[in-house]
C-alpha cells in the first residue's frame, strides 16, 4: 500500500471509528404520546414519564464506562471500550478494535488492528500507528480531526454531525425513543447480572437529527437527500435502565445500502474519574494537513 492509498484509508477509517465511539456514548424534542404503564415504588409511570426520569439521571452522571460492538453491513464490525465524559460536550479515552468486514482489511494493511482515541470538546486525536507514521504520517503517530473542518468537508450531514459529537450524551437512544412517542415497555430482564426494565421503539433517524440540530431549510433537505443516498431511514432502539434510572445497556438496528447496521453497547461506572490530555504536538498531524497531502483529483 504507498502512502497516498494509506492516508486515504487513514482519514475514512478513523472518521468512520470516532463515530463507533460517538454512538456508543451516545439533544431533542419529546412527544407524550404512547401511555404503557409501570410500576415503579406503587407508582404508575407511562414509558414516556419513565424515560425523562432516565434522560435527567444520566445526564447528572457526567461520565461512565463504555464497551460494545458495532457491524455495518459489509463494511466493517469493531469491538469499542474506553471511558466517556459529556458535562461539557463529548470527551473521552475509547479504542476501537477492527474485527472483520473490509476495513478491518485495510487496518491489516495499516499495520494495525485496533484505533486509539482521545476526543476532546472540539474535535479528537486518532492513532494510527506505527506503520502509519513511518509511511504515511510523516513520522506522526496521531491524527487530529477539529469538528469545524468535518463540518465543512462534509455539507449538511457535517453540520449534524459536529452539533451531534459536541452535544450527545449516551441518553441519545433515551432522548430518540423519547421523541418518536413509539416506545413500549418489554418488561423486566437482567443484564450482566443487574435487574433491568427493557424499552423498544422505532425512530425516523432523519427526521430526529432534523428537529435536534440549527440547520436551515436548505441543509435539511440536503440532510434528508444524504440519508436517502446511504438507505438509513428508520432505526430499532432498544434500551434496559437499571434500578438508579440510568442506562446499563442499549442497542440499534436499521438497513443501509452497505447492510445492516447494528451497535449494542454496555454501560457501567456511571461518575468514574476521567482524564483526558491532547496528544504531544511533536507526534501529531492535523487532518488538514493530511488532506493537503493528497494528490488534486
Same mark, same amino acid.
Given at each position: 500500500?504507498?502512502?497516498?492509498?494509506?492516508?486515504?484509508?487513514?482519514?475514512?477509517? @478513523?472518521?468512520? /471509528?470516532?463515530?463507533? *465511539?460517538? !454512538?456508543?456514548? +451516545? &439533544?431533542?424534542? =419529546?412527544? #407524550?404520546?404512547?401511555?404503557?404503564?409501570?410500576?415503579?415504588?406503587?407508582?404508575?409511570?407511562?414509558?414516556?414519564?419513565?424515560?425523562?426520569?432516565?434522560?435527567?439521571?444520566?445526564?447528572? @452522571?457526567?461520565? /461512565?464506562?463504555?464497551? *460494545?460492538? !458495532?457491524?455495518? +453491513? &459489509?463494511?466493517? =464490525?469493531? #469491538?469499542?471500550?474506553?471511558?466517556?465524559?459529556?458535562?461539557?460536550?463529548?470527551?473521552?479515552?475509547?479504542?476501537?478494535?477492527?474485527?472483520?468486514?473490509?476495513?478491518?482489511?485495510?487496518?491489516?494493511?495499516?499495520?494495525?488492528?485496533?484505533?486509539?482515541?482521545?476526543?476532546?470538546?472540539?474535535?479528537?486525536?486518532?492513532?494510527?500507528?506505527?506503520?502509519?507514521?513511518?509511511?504515511?504520517?510523516?513520522?506522526?503517530?496521531?491524527?487530529?480531526?477539529?469538528?469545524?473542518?468535518?463540518?465543512?468537508?462534509?455539507?449538511?450531514?457535517?453540520?449534524?454531525?459536529?452539533?451531534?459529537?459536541?452535544?450527545?450524551?449516551?441518553?441519545?437512544?433515551?432522548?430518540?425513543?423519547?421523541?418518536?412517542?413509539?416506545?413500549?415497555?418489554?418488561?423486566?430482564?437482567?443484564?450482566?447480572?443487574?435487574?433491568?426494565?427493557?424499552?423498544?421503539?422505532?425512530?425516523?433517524?432523519?427526521?430526529?437529527?432534523?428537529?435536534?440540530?440549527?440547520?436551515?431549510?436548505?441543509?435539511?433537505?440536503?440532510?434528508?437527500?444524504?440519508?436517502?443516498?446511504?438507505?438509513?431511514?428508520?432505526?430499532?432502539?432498544?434500551?434496559?435502565?437499571?434500578?438508579?434510572?440510568?442506562?446499563?445497556?442499549?442497542?440499534?438496528?436499521?438497513?443501509?445500502?452497505?447492510?445492516?447496521?447494528?451497535?449494542?453497547?454496555?454501560?457501567?461506572?456511571?461518575?468514574?474519574?476521567?482524564?483526558?490530555?491532547?496528544?504531544?504536538?511533536?507526534?501529531?498531524?492535523?487532518?488538514?494537513?493530511?488532506?493537503?497531502?493528497?494528490?488534486?483529483?
Amino acid at each position: 500500500m504507498n502512502s497516498t492509498t494509506m492516508r486515504r484509508a487513514g482519514l475514512s477509517i @478513523a472518521v468512520v /471509528a470516532a463515530l463507533t *465511539g460517538l !454512538t456508543a456514548c +451516545g &439533544s431533542g424534542d =419529546s412527544s #407524550d404520546k404512547a401511555d404503557r404503564g409501570e410500576d415503579k415504588g406503587g407508582i404508575k409511570l407511562s414509558p414516556i414519564a419513565a424515560l425523562r426520569t432516565v434522560e435527567k439521571s444520566t445526564d447528572k @452522571a457526567d461520565t /461512565a464506562r463504555v464497551d *460494545g460492538t !458495532t457491524t455495518m +453491513g &459489509s463494511l466493517s =464490525s469493531m #469491538d469499542m471500550k474506553g471511558v466517556m465524559g459529556w458535562s461539557d460536550g463529548i470527551t473521552g479515552n475509547v479504542t476501537v478494535t477492527f474485527t472483520g468486514g473490509t476495513q478491518a482489511q485495510q487496518m491489516k494493511q495499516l499495520g494495525a488492528t485496533e484505533l486509539d482515541y482521545r476526543y476532546l470538546k472540539n474535535g479528537f486525536y486518532a492513532n494510527m500507528g506505527d506503520t502509519f507514521a513511518s509511511q504515511a504520517g510523516g513520522g506522526k503517530h496521531w491524527v487530529e480531526y477539529d469538528y469545524e473542518t468535518l463540518a465543512e468537508l462534509s455539507g449538511a450531514a457535517g453540520e449534524a454531525f459536529k452539533d451531534q459529537m459536541q452535544n450527545t450524551t449516551p441518553n441519545q437512544s433515551v432522548k430518540m425513543l423519547l421523541a418518536s412517542g413509539d416506545v413500549k415497555r418489554v418488561g423486566e430482564e437482567e443484564v450482566r447480572g443487574k435487574k433491568a426494565v427493557h424499552y423498544s421503539g422505532k425512530v425516523d433517524v432523519a427526521d430526529f437529527t432534523a428537529k435536534n440540530s440549527d440547520l436551515d431549510a436548505d441543509k435539511l433537505a440536503q440532510l434528508r437527500k444524504q440519508f436517502e443516498q446511504a438507505g438509513l431511514s428508520t432505526e430499532t432502539i432498544d434500551i434496559w435502565v437499571d434500578e438508579d434510572d440510568l442506562l446499563v445497556k442499549k442497542s440499534e438496528k436499521g438497513e443501509t445500502k452497505n447492510g445492516t447496521f447494528s451497535q449494542t453497547a454496555y454501560y457501567s461506572d456511571y461518575g468514574t474519574e476521567l482524564n483526558v490530555e491532547k496528544p504531544p504536538a511533536s507526534d501529531t498531524m492535523s487532518f488538514k494537513d493530511l488532506m493537503n497531502k493528497q494528490p488534486a483529483v
